[in-house]
């Protein structure tokens, strides 16, 4: 489900829900995605708009179309509370698609998983039809804060989430900081290009103290439910067996103190660099599953700084280099034959539902209010006629036109 309409005024009395627009960021900046598993209304890159607004006015605010209006007229803001109405009459009938299974019109069924932030959004994920949680950002338990979370503080955190979602999986990613998240209390130097440096699991290899305080609760929370282990930005077999190597450890400490941790938990990694995706065929026989980022895969991809609005037409999710990563990381999976799925805002976005079906994805996570329309395009849509969609759109030269073959 895209994020509603907004009408609210900046001083917090809302004629709709509350909205969010910023001057900066793209739609995959982590504060939009922070936005729509809250759903939230937001557009971002709006230049300008906090010399336009003033305390008081009312601001129109639509997170699908992207459009923003300041200060409409009597008029105007009556055709925005009808807009409001709409969508939300839309969103009550597709609250219906909870219970029922994401299947195709020729009987593919496929899994759609939800992306959470807190344990608290995995109950509200599996009322509205979530299967698992295909992304545990962990992160969010480090920020906001003066010093690192405890064993104990992040087993609390781990075992809600679990517990909530039992009997249904929960992938837990491992701290990914750096890039567009920082942690001040860690004192990591400033970088001239944050998203190419010392960030996620290359920073959590060199901190192993910080790494294996956070697997062992991984593993304590495993006893309570189904638990899942994903370690971020991997560009080598190295890696994985160094992050291996470290679990194996953690577990060993944990016998030592001699307290339950869930043996067999799977681990996986996600594909969101260039040198994961053309490696999947070597790095598919190292791990249980593999979950594709797609945010920063487009990103690495393109050279296209996700959160910079100046390159935000260079950073296009349908651009055929993307598509044939996407598609060869999916086919090393099924040969080796683990799972596959995607958590980047790919998978929750309609448009490119049928494509993906098509390259064989299997699992799909998103933020929970995008899973009724993800539902709802699924039921709609015949394998064989994706199938058929996504060769169609490998062959194309372009982003703009795969999308005006999904959009015909």
């Not at 179309?65 to 939300?88: C, I, M, T």
């Not at 945010?295 to 349908?318: C, G, H, W």
């Amino acid at each position: 489900m895209r994020p509603p309409i907004s009408v609210t005024r900046p001083n917090n009395r809302s004629l709709g829900k509350r909205g969010l627009v910023t001057e900066i960021g793209g739609r995959t900046s982590h504060v939009a995605i922070m936005a729509r598993s809250l759903g939230i209304p937001a557009v971002v890159g709006v230049k300008g708009i906090a010399r336009r607004v003033q305390s008081g006015d009312v601001v129109a605010v639509d997170g699908s179309s992207g459009e923003v209006a300041v200060r409409p007229d009597a008029g105007e803001l009556a055709k925005w509370r009808q807009r409001l109405q709409q969508h939300e009459a839309a969103k009550n009938g597709r609250y219906v698609l909870a219970v029922l299974p994401a299947i195709t019109t020729d009987g593919h069924e496929v899994s759609l998983w939800a992306n959470i932030g807190h344990p608290a959004e995995a109950k509200i994920a599996r009322e509205l039809g979530a299967e698992g949680v295909g992304l545990f950002r962990t992160e969010f338990l480090y920020m906001g804060r003066d010093r690192l979370p405890s064993e104990e503080e992040q087993l609390a955190v781990y075992r809600q989430a679990a517990e909530h979602m039992a009997p249904y999986p929960v992938i837990i990613r491992t701290l990914d900081i750096g890039g567009d998240k920082d942690l001040p209390y860690l004192g990591l130097a400033r970088e001239a290009n944050p998203f190419l440096g010392w960030r996620a699991l290359r920073y959590s290899l060199s901190r192993p103290d910080i790494f294996r305080t956070q697997l062992k609760a991984i593993l304590r929370a495993g006893v309570y439910g189904n638990i899942k282990i994903m370690f971020p930005l991997v560009v080598s077999v190295e890696e994985i067996r160094q992050a291996k190597e470290q679990l194996a450890l953690a577990q060993a400490e944990l016998d030592e103190r001699g307290l339950p941790w869930a043996e067999n938990v799977p681990v996986g990694i996600m594909v969101e660099t260039p040198a994961a995706a053309i490696l999947a065929d070597q790095l598919a026989y190292e791990v249980d599953f593999f979950s594709i980022g797609s945010n920063d895969l487009i990103q690495y991809t393109l050279a296209a700084d996700r959160q910079n609005e100046k390159v935000s037409l260079i950073y296009d999710p349908f651009h055929p280099a993307v598509l044939r990563l996407i598609r060869g990381t999916i086919a090393a999976g099924h040969k080796a034959g683990i799972e596959v799925g995607m958590c980047g805002e790919l998978a929750g976005d309609p448009l490119a539902t049928p494509l993906l079906l098509g390259l064989g994805l299997g699992e799909f996570s998103m933020a929970a209010p995008s899973l009724a329309a993800i539902k709802e395009k699924t039921r709609t849509s015949s394998l064989r006629a994706a199938t058929k969609l996504a060769q169609q759109a490998l062959d194309l030269s372009s982003g703009e036109d795969v999308r005006v073959l999904l959009l015909n």
